[in-house]
C-alpha cells in the first residue's frame, strides 16, 4: 500500500499469511489446501472467503496498529483536581491502559480506561511511560513528562517570603 511505504510503516504481524488465513478459517494452512479451495469455487459452491479482496483486507488489518496519539500531559497543581484522557488510534475496538515505567505522583492513578486523574499531594517531576493494549496483540509505549507545581498563591507567598529575608540580611 502506498500510504505504507510513504510512512515507512512496519509491518506489526509478520506471521499473518494467506497460511495463518487459512488457519484462522479452520482450514489446512497448506499450499494445497489453498489452491484446492480456490479451485472449489463455483457460482453454487461461492465462499466469500476466498475472494481476493477478503485475503487482502485479512494481511491489511496487520497494519492496523495501535498507537498512543498523546502528545503530552498537563501540568498539575498540588491540591487541585487532575483529569488527562488518553488517546489512542489505530488498533482493535477494546483497548487498555496501563504504566510501563516511572511512577505516577501520589494522588493520581491511571485507569485501565486511560484517564489519569486524581488529586496531586506533593510536588513532581519524572517521565512516565505509559502503555496501551489491544485485544489484538498490539502495543504502544510512550514517555512523557509529567510535572505537578505549587499553587500559584503560593508561589506568591513564597517569593515575599524570600524577598523579605533578603531584606533583613542587607540590614
Known sequence: DAGARTNKLAYPFPRRTVYTYLADLGR??????FVAAL???SRTTWNTNFTAGAINEY???GFQCI???TTGLSTGVIGQAYSCVLQSDGGTYSNWWSLAGGELPEGLSLSADGCIDGTPADLFSADVSIRVDDSAGGRDVMSFPLVVVPEPASLLAL???LALARRRQRA
Open 28 to 33: 489446512s494452512n497448506t499450499v494445497v489446501e
Open 39 to 41: 479451485r472449489a469455487q
Open 59 to 61: 494481511l491489511r488489518r
Open 67 to 69: 498507537r498512543i496519539a
Open 159 to 161: 517569593a515575599a517570603c
